[in-house]
């Protein structure tokens, strides 16, 4: 039998594009030896100090309470909470169109058997110190110059572990169409010297 290795990947819930990433992962997991956590890093704390569009700042300011949210839970119910509780908030956000509030958070904790009350973090700064930890950890091997997704996974050599963003796709690859790109993804990732495969969107994600 393969033994399977853990592949860690860091989410923001707001994140559309990180979202798709989470939706092939998951497909990826049932057909290579691999299982996925997840993770929380925070796009409100990477842009802290940067001078943005009113637009963009206002969404991050309003993401403070997702991630808060995701990090109350982690520490009440363990870390592997986080893959439902992600599928609870990203299937509201992304395909329900949730704003960030009370209902968005209540909902999705009830549906994984979280105390609701745990929404009460989102307007609390209780958490941040452990935010800030997740998130460092998750981004100081691909630096601050991007976003989410990111991704952790082995490298080549054992006991080695690989770092990068992305990949960015859309929709989200199914079938063994999604294991390739996980084998190709992780040729390029492995390749020492290897910094950036990019290409201009033309469209937004698509949620299917």
Not at 5 to 17: E, G, H, R, Y
Not at 33 to 45: A, E, I, Q, T
Not at 66 to 73: G, N, S, T
Request: aromatic share 8%.
């Amino acid at each position: 039998m393969t033994e399977r290795a853990a592949v860690d990947m860091w989410f923001d819930p707001i994140c559309p594009w990180a979202w798709m990433t989470s939706r092939w992962l998951l497909e990826v997991e049932k057909l290579r030896p691999v299982d996925v956590r997840f993770n929380v890093m925070s796009l409100s704390v990477l842009n802290e100090g940067r001078d943005l569009p009113e637009e963009y700042r206002k969404l991050l300011d309003n993401g403070w309470g997702p991630v808060r949210v995701c990090i109350a839970a982690a520490e009440a119910a363990g870390p592997q909470v986080l893959r439902d509780l992600y599928t609870a908030l990203g299937t509201r956000i992304h395909l329900q169109k949730y704003e960030p509030g009370e209902k968005l958070y209540a909902e999705a904790l009830t549906e994984v058997g979280l105390d609701p009350a745990l929404a009460d973090a989102a307007t609390s700064d209780a958490w941040d110190d452990a935010l800030r930890a997740s998130h460092n950890a998750g981004m100081k091997p691909v630096g601050t110059d991007v976003g989410t997704p990111v991704i952790h996974a082995p490298g080549p050599v054992d006991g080695e572990t690989v770092a990068f963003f992305g990949p960015v796709v859309t929709p989200a690859p199914k079938g063994e169409a999604a294991g390739k790109l996980w084998d190709g993804v992780l040729l390029v990732a492995g390749t020492p010297g290897f910094y950036e495969l990019k290409r201009s969107r033309d469209i937004g994600p698509i949620f299917d």
